[in-house]
């Protein structure tokens, strides 16, 4: 089961960085990521929407790296590193074309062989440091 449930977290990482074709099959009906802003829909509307209108639109050249995976129960950390170009801004906060790596952890449930539930802690700090 641990390993079935790693795979899956490695596929939700190939989706959101690809074209996200396959999300419906990764994400369950009512999947939530708490790391995502409140007006995101549950489910693989809300994760197209973040990674395409939210992620998409400040970001290009986006990637994950993973770097281990750590499985117990219904539970998966992931280990990873986020490289991208700050490509998109607003007047307050233009674009830089900076390079973006941004280390992360994000833990997901599982719930009949879908995600069900994630959450994300990376530095938001070092993050706003790197769009200036």
């Known amino acids: 089961?641990?390993?079935?449930?790693?795979?899956l977290v490695r596929r939700y990482y190939q989706e959101v960085m690809g074209d996200l074709a396959g999300i419906d099959e990764i994400v369950a009906a009512d999947f939530v990521d708490h790391h995502f802003p409140p007006e995101m829909p549950a489910g693989a509307a809300?994760?197209?929407?973040?990674?395409?209108?939210?992620?998409?639109?400040?970001?290009?050249?986006?990637?994950v790296e993973i770097e281990f995976l750590?499985?117990?129960a219904d539970k998966v950390d992931c280990h990873f590193v986020f490289f991208a170009r700050h490509t998109g801004g607003s007047d307050?906060?233009?674009?830089?074309?900076n390079a973006i790596r941004l280390p992360a952890i994000s833990t997901f449930r599982?719930?009949?062989?879908k995600l069900a539930e994630a959450w994300e802690i990376f530095d938001?700090?070092?993050?706003?440091?790197q769009m200036q």
């Open 70 to 72: 750590l499985a117990e």
């Open 92 to 97: 307050d906060a233009p674009a830089t074309g």
């Open 46 to 63: 809300g994760v197209r929407k973040f990674f395409v209108e939210f992620a998409g639109s400040l970001f290009s050249d986006m990637r």
């Open 1 to 7: 089961m641990s390993e079935a449930n790693k795979a």
């Open 124 to 129: 938001s700090a070092l993050l706003a440091q």
């Open 110 to 113: 599982i719930a009949d062989g």
